[in-house]
């Protein structure tokens, strides 16, 4: 049987994994890494670079790539890059059809079939952007999986039968999540979840770069409307100074020259205590959603006894005290922040697959958002409309299937028009429409001939809404299409032959193009001498890349690596031990 593997397809970092006898395992990609940035880029050659070259790439090209398009998933915003324009569903797709390849490297066949995560707050409409996301990449989605809900299979795998209530708390490079899940009996039981899909370290680096850049005179927005490799050169030096301040008291941020090259610039000291300062606010945005997990399980914060940490951003000293501060308890992250995740979605893989290293685990998970119709009121002789009636509230363990009737509001009202909505305001117009259809054939008579409104959700978090007029039993059934929003059956196709003909590098090139990519961007930096020595290996790791001769190719790369590795002050660590 084929394999089916899990995906984290995370905001700045994505992770694969598959389910072995003896537990979940990551799948190294081709540079050797467990984790592959989840960045595009489109080099001057129309090549498509995904992962750690094009995240290289970007800090010298900025123009040409494209990151955190996760949290644009299911909207109708588009990027072009290279003179080609790309949906979030696309670049998602890019990033997903590497990791692919990378699993069929890893087992010597193909594989078409995947377990991928999303935020637990991710609605309807993203949800089927990445399901759109997976099969642009070539893959059968089997599951969609809420990414809290895999960082507690992935720990509950092993010791599932200790009983307990676990808070799950995951901040990762662009979303917060946090889920309230009751372990026992070789079950793992989600009672709630919340989080905000615009939250996480990306936006603690951003901080810091904003104030880092006014420090110097520069306002952020101008400067990455009107300064794009000075901005891109100041993200990569903050990102590296947010993750150092993690273990030291200080540090200093670089920046660049207008050309964006180090040299000429100015340094900018930067304190934990400065940073903590300036982070303060966003990570304030936590305790909502905590105070409604709690709420929506119906528990208390002395009643949870184990707090788990998710995501790379929960490295960050300040996040690891908050959270200690807000449950009186110290939070563990025993599994890594970075993979937990992808492990948790291969042993969903697993279940799905019925594989005998998981017969004994069962999972089960909630809706994140609610979900009803809209309804009419009757005010005295007046009809108001926009009123959203719920039928499946929020946090209700799926599947599910729940009935609630309604009547026909006008004397020999033969049809209605039933909109469905996702949301918690009581007002449609606050809240997410996710489809509509209309039912005829109401028979004739008074106001009040009832219909049925049946809604079953599955564990994709995917619809199907049924009305049943009860004086004849003719039922309509409608299911909310499974395509993203604005991508039709056709054009999903359409994606597919695009994404077909665009040139990726094999993965054999991938590590000579990364090893170009952070060449090019340390030659910028470097003073006379030592440039010119780089510029000479790179002209002669290029030139036996033309010549194809594996000997003279093995050569130079080994020089290439050297050089770069002596000099580079700012290596980021392809294989993954990073920080959100």
Not at 32 to 40: A, N
Not at 76 to 84: F, L, N, S
């Amino acid at each position: 049987m084929d394999s089916i593997i899990g995906i984290d397809l995370g905001t700045t970092n994505s992770a694969v994994a598959y389910l072995t006898d003896d537990g979940p395992t990551i799948i190294p990609n081709a540079l050797g890494g467990r984790l592959t940035p989840s960045v595009v880029a489109l080099d001057e050659g129309g090549r498509v670079l995904v992962g750690a070259a094009a995240k290289e790439y970007q800090v010298v090209r900025p123009d040409r790539c494209a990151s955190l398009f996760k949290r644009w998933m299911g909207s109708d915003r588009t990027v072009t890059i290279g003179g080609k324009t790309f949906t979030p569903e696309d670049l998602s797709g890019l990033v997903l059809r590497s990791l692919k390849a990378d699993a069929e490297a890893f087992f010597q066949r193909p594989v078409t079939r995947a377990v991928i995560t999303v935020p637990a707050y991710f609605n309807d409409t993203q949800r089927k952007a990445t399901i759109a996301a997976g099969r642009i990449a070539g893959l059968t989605v089997e599951r969609i999986l809420n990414e809290p809900t895999a960082a507690a299979i992935a720990y509950g795998f092993q010791g599932v039968d200790e009983n307990k209530v676990i808070l799950v708390f995951d901040l990762g490079g662009g979303t917060f999540d946090v889920s309230v899940v009751e372990q026992f009996d070789g079950t793992l039981e989600v009672r709630s979840s919340a989080g905000e899909t615009a939250l996480g370290g990306e936006d603690f680096t951003r901080a810091l770069a904003a104030r880092v850049l006014e420090s110097v005179g520069l306002p952020f927005e101008r400067a990455e409307a009107t300064l794009p490799l000075v901005v891109a050169r100041v993200l990569q030096q903050c990102e590296r100074a947010k993750c150092q301040l993690s273990r030291e008291e200080s540090t200093t941020v670089r920046v660049p020259g207008a050309d964006g090259e180090l040299a000429g610039g100015k340094e900018v000291a930067v304190g934990r205590e400065q940073l903590q300062k300036w982070i303060a606010p966003i990570l304030g945005r936590i305790e909502t959603p905590i105070r409604r997990v709690l709420a929506d399980a119906r528990l208390t914060r002395e009643k949870i006894d184990e707090v788990i940490l998710v995501g790379g951003a929960t490295r960050m000293p300040l996040v690891v005290r908050r959270v200690r501060e807000l449950f009186g308890k110290e939070p563990h992250g025993r599994l890594n922040p970075d993979e937990v995740v992808a492990l948790g979605a291969a042993v969903q893989a697993g279940l799905v697959q019925r594989n005998a290293a998981v017969n004994d685990l069962v999972v089960t998970d909630v809706s994140p958002f609610t979900l009803g119709v809209e309804v009419s009121k009757e005010y005295g002789q007046e009809i108001q409309n926009g009123f959203f009636d719920p039928i499946i509230d929020r946090n209700t363990v799926i599947p599910v299937s729940r009935v609630k009737s309604y009547s026909t509001m006008q004397p020999n009202q033969t049809t209605i028009s039933i909109k469905v909505y996702q949301g918690e305001s009581r007002k449609t117009q606050e809240n997410l429409l996710l489809g509509e259809f209309d039912v005829t054939g109401i028979p004739p008579g008074p106001k009040g001939q009832e219909v049925a409104i049946r809604f079953t959700y599955d564990l994709n978090g995917v619809i199907e809404v049924e009305a049943t007029i009860v004086a004849t039993k003719k039922t309509v059934s409608h299911v909310i299409a499974r395509h993203a929003k604005g991508l039709s059956e056709a054009a999903i196709r359409k994606a597919v032959r695009d994404m077909e003909k665009l040139k990726t590098h094999p993965r054999d090139e991938e590590k000579n193009h990364y090893l170009l990519s952070r060449a090019e961007r340390l030659y910028k930096e470097l003073a006379a001498a030592p440039r010119r020595h780089l510029g000479a290996l790179i002209d002669g790791f290029e030139a036996a890349l033309e010549s194809r001769e594996p000997d003279a190719i093995g050569r130079h790369r080994e020089a290439l690596e050297y050089f770069v590795a002596e000099f580079d002050a700012d290596n980021d660590d392809p294989t993954g031990n990073s920080y959100e």
